[in-house]
T-cell receptor, first 110, second 115 residues
Framework: QKEVEQNSGPLSVPEGAIASLNCTYS??????FFWYRQYSGKSPELIMSIYSNGDKEDGRFTAQLNKASQYVSLLIRDSQPSDSATYLC??????????FGAGTILRVKS | GAGVSQSPRYKVAKRGQDVALRCDPISGHVSLFWYQQALGQGPEFLTYFQNEAQLDKSGLPSDRFFAERPEGSVSTLKIQRTQQEDSAVYLC?????????????FGPGTRLTVL
């Protein structure tokens, strides 16, 4: 079992729709959770961070965390073609190192 | 201020050559991380520095990989006797935190191709 599991996709949504990205993790000791976006050929850039159970909203993005279920998700409302990228889920482990999933490819069709 | 910078951006090496990859973190950032990203995969942790101290090198794939940060700022990742499986993008990230949760800012990466 991988430490961080994500559906590889591609996840295709029409422009203006809600995109839902999911992630499960195995380390119950993880305390901090990050979502990074990575465009092809570029480095990861932070979208959201979440540390407590529940929802956290920032503009069109909402992160959801359920530590009991070891599950974290990212919702993107009003999806735009510019949101097309790979989304990486990354819980932290001891020493603040990030453990990344393989990423979900999102395609927003105009 | 400037972000994390890495050099070179691209490196082609013949199998068996040694390479050195450089990372300049954001000024004042205490923690520095190296990750390796293979094509189609997420980044994988290699090693972590807090100032000049290498606190975790558990992700280094073999003893051919060596990292240093002698003055607590610039870091170099060295790979000796490169192999084809070393071909990947090497990412450096820094954060101002010395241990708590904090955003890691990534550099543009160095794409290493071993022929």
């Amino acid at each position: 079992q991988k430490e961080v599991e994500q559906n590889s996709g591609p996840l295709s949504v029409p422009e203006g729709a809600i995109a839902s990205l999911n992630c499960t993790y195995s380390d119950r000791g993880s305390q901090s959770f990050f979502w990074y976006r990575q465009y092809s050929g570029k480095s990861p850039e932070l979208i959201m961070s979440i540390y407590s159970n529940g929802d956290k909203e920032d503009g069109r993005f909402t992160a959801q965390l359920n530590k009991a279920s070891q599950y974290v998700s990212l919702l993107i409302r009003d999806s735009q073609p510019s949101d097309s990228a790979t989304y990486l889920c990354a819980p932290t482990q001891y020493g603040n190192k990030l453990v990344f999933g393989a990423g979900t490819i999102l395609r927003v069709k105009s | 201020g400037a972000g994390v910078s890495q050099s070179p951006r691209y490196k082609v090496a013949k199998r068996g050559q040694d390479v050195a990859l450089r990372c300049d973190p954001i000024s004042g950032h205490v923690s520095l991380f190296w990750y390796q990203q293979a094509l189609g995969q997420g980044p994988e942790f290699l090693t972590y520095f807090q100032n000049e101290a290498q606190l975790d090198k558990s992700g280094l794939p073999s003893d051919r990989f060596f990292a240093e940060r002698p003055e607590g700022s610039v870091s170099t990742l060295k790979i000796q006797r490169t192999q084809q499986e070393d071909s990947a993008v090497y990412l450096c990230a820094s954060t101002s935190s010395s241990g708590g949760p904090d955003t890691q800012y990534f550099g543009p990466g160095t794409r290493l191709t071993v022929l």
